[in-house]
């Protein structure tokens, strides 16, 4: 059974760095094809796709955010660590942690979720 | 960039079909992803690869994608199916995902 869980602070003041982590079970970032990626939700608006790291330490970032975004993974500790430097206002939302199904079971969707984690960013 | 679009909203009655579209160049030639996200929850996938229903995702659901439109089409529309509804592709070109700008579906 795969599991994510986001956690991370809450709050952040404008310009700051923010640094969430993803802590999962249930497969292991060190196999072929695995990949964990995430996703933010401004309240009442859309999904938003951010970044991806795969199994061999391949990284993928939305091209609007990449060069405020970095994602590393710590396979012995089934964690992914995202950062987002100078946050703003606009950056409040729930960010979400999920896993990349493999391509043998259909590719490249998310089929497992972590609750999400509400981040806001206000002085 | 590469971009979907969806309806902001849909309205369907109990027990009729609600279809809602995905908009994107060539996206035929992708595979589309559909998202079910009701509120307070994060979101659940409800078919992959245009027309596939993971395991125990009811029969009512169901997808087709051809041209620049992928459509997510809700069969006998139940009260339990009222959330909002999300598209997603990979743009092969640049390895990123894409989601929609996504579907309120209401059932009246």
């Known amino acids: 059974q795969i599991t994510l869980k986001e956690s991370g602070p809450a709050l952040v003041k404008p310009t700051q760095t923010l640094a969430l982590t993803c802590t999962f079970s249930?497969?292991?970032?060190?196999?072929?094809?695995?990949?964990v990626g995430w996703i933010r939700q401004p309240p009442g608006k859309a999904l938003e796709w951010l970044a991806l790291?795969?199994?061999?330490?391949?990284?993928r970032y939305s091209p609007s955010l990449r060069s405020r975004l970095t994602v590393t993974k710590d396979t012995s500790k089934n964690q992914v660590v995202l950062t987002m430097t100078n946050m703003g206002p606009v950056d409040t939302a729930t960010y979400y942690c999920?896993?990349?199904?493999?391509?043998?079971?259909?590719?490249?969707?998310?089929?497992?979720w972590g609750q999400g984690t509400l981040v806001t960013v206000s002085s | 960039s590469y971009e979907l679009t969806q309806p902001p909203s849909v309205s369907v009655s109990p027990g009729q079909t609600a279809s809602i579209t995905c908009s994107g160049e060539?996206?035929?030639?992708?595979?589309a992803y559909w998202y079910q996200q009701k509120s307070g929850q994060s979101p659940v996938v409800v078919i992959y690869?245009?027309?596939k229903r993971p395991s125990g995702i009811p029969e009512r659901f169901s997808g087709s994608n051809s041209g620049n439109t992928a459509t997510l089409t809700i069969s006998g529309t139940q009260a339990m199916d009222e959330a909002d509804y999300y598209c997603?592709?990979?743009?092969?070109?640049?390895?990123?995902?894409?989601f929609g700008t996504g579907t309120k579906v209401t059932v009246l």
């Open positions: 690869q245009d027309s």
């Open positions: 997603q592709a990979w743009d092969s070109s640049t390895a990123v995902y894409v």
């Open positions: 060539k996206l035929g030639d992708k595979s």
């Open positions: 999920a896993h990349r199904s493999p391509l043998g079971s259909g590719g490249y969707y998310f089929d497992y």
């Open positions: 790291i795969y199994w061999d330490e391949d990284k």
């Open positions: 249930g497969f292991s970032l060190s196999t072929s094809g695995q990949g």
